[in-house]
């Protein structure tokens, strides 16, 4: 199985200010036969299912606002928020989909400083 | 858009069984791989199971396996997950999950979530 860590497990960010996420993976992402990353960003405020943010590892979803970025490939991956906003608070998960299972990373929350 | 609304959670004894079902209101439903995905409270994000669109397809988490059978009829739009053999450490929000677009149907990947159903499983 793919095993998907995140770094750091928490962070807290000035508004207006970047936020930067990691997540590795146990090993590559990357399909040769296509060269794209199956890697996805997820957000997930409190008492809510997770929203998708980011899939093909820098593809936003619709509706996704612009401040929200996908960077990396193969097994090394980031979440860059550009200018983070209050209702940005949350907890941020990445998830690969190579093969299953789908594993999703412990997540990441991120707080207001 | 697509509505998913899961039904089926509930209190339920270790070594107990439960079905959870998941209507989905959109046409196309039939056209996606579906997936189960559960969450213990305070904990993070575990995926479940997946189902292919046409059903030939089934893939389950080491923790659910052979516990747990997920299943589908297209006809009625609608995702169920058979759940026998309930341990205490199944207690979770179970969600289910669609891909966002067609041109990730087949995908691991989930833009429409429903709103969860609880799974207790206590004595």
Not at chain 2, 26 to 50: D, H, I, K, M, Y
Request: hydrophobic share 35%; charged share 15%; aromatic share 12%.
């Amino acid at each position: 199985d793919i095993v998907m860590t995140q770094s750091p497990d928490s962070l807290a960010v000035s508004l207006g200010e970047r936020a930067t996420i990691n997540c590795k993976s146990s090993q590559s992402v990357l399909f040769s036969s296509n060269n794209r990353d199956y890697l996805a960003w997820y957000q997930q405020k409190p008492g809510q299912p997770p929203k998708l943010l980011i899939y093909w590892a820098s593809t936003r979803a619709s509706g996704v606002p612009d401040r929200f970025s996908g960077s990396g490939s193969g097994a090394d991956f980031t979440l860059t928020i550009s200018s983070l906003q209050a209702e940005d608070v949350a907890v941020y998960y990445c998830q690969h989909y190579y093969s299953a299972p789908y594993i999703f990373g412990q997540g990441t929350r991120l707080d207001i400083k | 858009d697509v509505h998913l609304l899961e039904s089926g959670g509930g209190l339920v004894q270790p070594g107990g069984s439960l079905r959870l079902s998941c209507a989905a209101s959109e046409l196309t439903f039939g056209s996606f791989a579906v997936a189960w995905v559960r969450q213990a409270p305070g904990q993070g994000l575990e995926w479940v199971s997946t189902i292919s669109a046409d059903t030939t397809s089934a893939y389950y988490a080491d923790s659910v396996k052979g516990r747990f059978t997920i299943s589908r009829d297209n006809s009625k739009k609608t995702l169920f997950l058979q759940m026998n053999s309930l341990r205490a450490e199944d207690t979770a929000v179970y969600y289910c999950a669609v891909p966002p677009d067609i041109s990730v149907a087949g995908r691991g990947v989930y833009g429409h979530w429903g709103q969860g159903t609880l799974v207790t499983v206590s004595s």
